[in-house]
């Protein structure tokens, strides 16, 4: 198997190019790529597009700041499309004042645009959003007799997940709950940086263990 | 009559619903507070949309993992036999009929069923994480609220006015004077918790109520 090339996050991050599509791995930053989103706070690349399932935790006065949450402090998003702002006041301050984009996707319609993207689907059908504030703007499709919302494919430029371990050929093992939409987005974009804690030798991972297949992944960062 | 708020009673009340095995997802807030009175010989399986099933409470001081943890970000335990999997899995399971029922917390509930509870315009928008999902996917919607807001006003509305989390999927809404069917566009009072009455609630509400036939007086201990 071809090794894939470990880099430092502060190379990472300068692989997001001004006004990308970034797709962010997490769940309320557990499950994020610290050390990459760090670097990218530090070299403020402007005017991105975030794609993740929230705005990460933003509580200055008890010194949480998790996640995307520096990014978004600093104005780096032009848009950002996920299913939760609520601990992040700030994406809801910019939000309200029109100064950023975003885009509330219900969470299990997030990870299937963001699958269907990296499955070579154009989309998904699903009742979820039907009746709300997400059908507008939408086709409904009627198939087998059911009513369902037509929801696009969601690619990106580059992915920033985050793995427990990989092998030097750059398959992946998540851990617990940090799994979440790392898989996922690992489908979805062109560039998938793989921040990992452990980086092993190829074959010492059991291949039936392995969650994320090497070929998806291109670069990995040391944690 | 007096008004007093109990989240307890409502966490009681819907903790009868369950059957033995039923899996079964807790909204953030008010509706976690459900697991802690599930009765005794009911065993029941929690599925957390961040992607596990089998959650398990808090753990010792000490002993939390920070790659284990529940949709609000605090740290939890795994029960055994629980397994872990990424966001699809989660919402399929979830999407694909296979959770059993959800409880989920209340801005308002009206009596077609619709429920609110992700958005109030210009002012606070957490946004809808998986609710949306939730409502539409699970067997069983229970609408968990106290039956007031702050200032007094009826929580169960005839018509919801806020952004919809969801259209016709509540299935039952327990307060903490009642627990409510929702019926053919209305709501159908099952039962009035002591010390409440038949005659307050239907006062108070500020929503069309039939009273069931079978409506009896419980108290929630």
């Known amino acids: 198997m071809i090794e894939k090339p470990v880099i430092s996050a502060a190379r990472a991050a300068k692989m997001v190019g001004e006004g990308a599509v970034v797709h962010v791995g997490g769940f309320l930053a557990c499950g994020s790529p610290r050390g990459v989103l760090a670097a990218l706070a530090e070299l403020g690349t402007r005017n991105l597009t975030l794609v993740c399932n929230d705005t990460a935790v933003l509580d200055e006065k008890n010194g949480r700041v998790t996640g995307v949450a520096p990014l978004v402090k600093n104005r780096q998003f032009r848009k950002m499309i996920v299913s939760h702002i609520g601990t992040n006041p700030e994406s809801q301050r910019q939000m309200n004042a029109g100064e950023t984009e975003v885009v509330l996707v219900p969470q299990g319609t997030l990870a299937e645009r963001v699958r269907a993207a990296g499955c070579g689907l154009g989309g998904i059908l699903t009742a979820t959003g039907l009746g709300t504030e997400v059908q507008e703007g939408k086709q409904v499709v009627e198939v087998q007799g059911r009513k369902f919302l037509v929801e696009e494919a969601l690619p990106g430029d580059v992915a920033l997940i985050k793995a427990r371990k990989a092998d030097k050929a750059g398959n992946l093992v998540y851990s617990k709950t940090a799994r979440n939409f790392n898989p996922l987005m690992a489908m979805a974009c062109k560039t998938v940086i793989a921040e990992v804690e452990e980086i092993v030798e190829i074959g010492e991972i059991d291949p039936d263990q392995i969650h994320t297949p090497s070929i998806l992944v291109d670069y990995l960062v040391k944690a | ?221």
Not at chain 2, 51 to 75: I, K, Q, S
């Open chain 2, 1 to 221: 009559m007096e008004y007093v708020a109990s989240k307890e009673t409502i966490a009681k009340r819907i903790a009868r619903i369950f059957k033995d095995g039923d899996v079964v997802n807790l909204g953030i807030g008010l509706p976690t507070l459900v697991g802690n009175y599930v009765p005794e010989g009911v065993t029941i399986v929690l599925q957390s949309e961040n992607g596990f099933l089998g959650l398990g409470p808090a753990p010792a001081p000490g002993a939390e993992d920070p790659a284990l943890v529940n949709a609000g970000g605090g740290f939890v335990t795994i029960q055994p036999g629980g397994a872990f999997f990424d966001s699809a899995m989660s919402f399929a399971i979830i999407r694909g009929g296979h959770v059993d029922a959800t409880v989920l917390g209340v801005l308002e509930v009206d009596q077609q069923g619709n429920l609110a509870n992700y958005k109030i315009p210009g002012k606070l928008v957490p946004g809808m994480g998986g609710a949306m999902d939730l409502t539409v996917g699970a067997k069983l919607v229970v609408a968990a609220t106290e039956h007031f807001d702050k200032s007094g006003a009826s929580k169960l509305l005839r018509t919801c006015k806020l952004p919809l989390t969801a259209a016709n999927q509540v299935d039952f809404v327990c307060t903490d004077v009642g627990f409510f069917e929702v019926r053919n566009g209305t709501f159908v009072l099952k039962e009035y918790f002591k010390p409440y009455t038949v005659e307050y609630i239907l006062e108070k509400t500020d929503a069309d109520i039939v009273v069931d036939k079978d409506c009896r007086e419980v108290e929630i201990s």
